[in-house]
């Protein structure tokens, strides 16, 4: 056990004094006791390294190597997708694939008070996130008669209402024994001057979840893995909390991933063509031979606006944290120290207890610095991975912000959007503005289709009227 007196030369050790003058004030024992226990859990010697990185000498790293873009599968390419979607269809029968969304992040941008699943994002019925992929997956079961567990992803901050919220719906029709959640890790923040710890207040440190990076260690420790290879799951459909329009199960893509001769069946990913030159996805790139996703922020900008004979962009495959990932993959990063992935630092703003003053500070600009692993930092860890591509309105339509770019609005009308291509499709007119929007505002529930084919056996209008507000479920 770290005595006081050990802790304080830790503490000392990686520049916290501000915790030392703190802990050895005239204050309530209870006080100290948390303080003290929290730092205690804490790798002190690890986090005065990383304070020296990321803080206190910060130079970003140049990126290495020889970047080129990644190959990847198109859309019109000439692969065989309908053999790969019969052995994906032959996974998903057989109860070998499992759901997993990452749903620990602050959500900070949107500024919805409560985990961001619960927010009621679908376009006219304001189904809540959390319900919109749970339909998926109870028509997904339905559909190829097999049971979908569902690994749910969430943080300290946000586990206890996350469970809550499932049980209120009474797990939205999902056998609740089939629905696991667990925790990941959490990071001290750090002030970004100083790299001091945060208090959040006088009896807690400011910590923020470790990342969706953070997702290996926490399948491991948390005994989800072990649940899966009990239930005989080989593989996980990955996708973030925040997309209504990810495929809870994609046979094409699972079928690719796991069958495919340039795939080690570890570590997959979907695309989409890039909007623009400098639009804020990550970029799927191969450095010396090896895929990678490259953050839009450490592209380098010659690279990002390089053009093609035909005009399009050379760097052109825009990551959408949509994954598969195979079971066995976990167990080899977490079990090799080689494998650790790395941290990054954003900044960001974090309200703070500041003890000069004894008062909560809420900053107007980014105060501090928060260390968090990527998930795709898992891809050149994989012996072979692959890219597929995909419809960015089939499958992207993010609730990142409360307005502008990657909002609600934006996210409902893509869901518009898909909704009526996929009624077009079934022979239904839809109503268009001169523009080509859709003048109308419609909701299909994933339990009436997951895909245009499925409504085929759906009765249809001939046509919707403009204006009108429809749902089909
Ligand atoms: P974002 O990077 O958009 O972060 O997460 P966020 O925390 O949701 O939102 P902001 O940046 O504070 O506005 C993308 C996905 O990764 C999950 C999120 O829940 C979301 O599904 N995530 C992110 C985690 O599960 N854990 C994390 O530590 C961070």
Known sequence: MTTMTDLITQLEACHQHHLV????KVMPESARKAIAAQLGEIDLDQLGIMIE?????????????????????????????????AKGEELIRASKIACFTVAGGQGSRLGYDGPKGCYPASCVT????????????????????????????????????????????????????????????????????????????????ATNPDGHGGAFKALSVSGALADMRTRGIEHMSYFQVDNPHAMVVDPVFLGLHAF??????????????????????????????????????????????????????AFNAGSIAIHAIGVGFIDKIVSNPEYALP??????????????????????????????????????????????????????????????????????????????????????????????TVDAIIEIS???ALCPEDLSSVDLPDSIEPGATVTLE
């Open 343 to 436: 941290f990054h630092r954003a900044l960001k703003k974090v309200a703070y207890f500041d003890l000069s003053i004894g008062q909560t500070v809420t900053p107007s600009e980014n105060n501090a610095v928060k260390l968090e692993k990527f998930v795709f930092d898992g891809i050149p860890l994989a012996a072979k991975s692959i890219v597929a591509e995909t419809d960015r309105v089939e499958e992207f339509a993010p609730v990142k912000n409360a307005t502008g770019n990657d909002s609600v609005e934006s996210s409902k009308a893509i869901q518009s959007e898909r909704a009526a291509r996929w009624l077009e499709s079934a022979g239904v007119k839809i109503p268009r503005k001169a523009d080509g």
């Open 53 to 85: 990185k990321y803080v206190r000498n910060y130079t970003p790293a140049a990126s290495a190597g020889k970047i080129a873009p990644a190959q990847y599968y198109s859309l019109d390419g000439d692969w065989d997708k309908a053999s790969f979607k």
């Open 260 to 313: 495919a001769t340039d795939s080690s069946g570890e570590f997959s990913s979907k695309m989409v063509a890039k909007a623009s030159w400098d639009e804020k996805v990550g970029v799927f790139c191969d450095v010396d031979g090896v895929t990678q996703v490259i953050e839009y922020s450490d592209m380098p900008e010659e690279l990002a606006k390089q053009i093609n004979e035909d005009g399009t962009l």
């Open 21 to 24: 003058d703190y802990l050895s």
């Open 446 to 448: 994933p339990m009436i």
């Open 126 to 205: 304001g189904k809540p996130l959390f319900a919109i992929f749970a339909e998926g997956i109870l028509a997904s079961q339905e559909k190829y008669d097999a049971v979908i567990p569902w690994y749910i992803m969430t943080s300290p901050l946000n586990h206890d209402a996350t469970k809550s919220f499932f049980a209120e719906h009474d797990y939205f029709g999902l056998d609740a024994g089939n629905v696991q959640f667990f925790q990941q890790g959490v990071m001290p923040s750090l002030d970004a001057t100083t790299g001091e710890i945060l208090l959040a207040d006088p009896m807690h440190l």
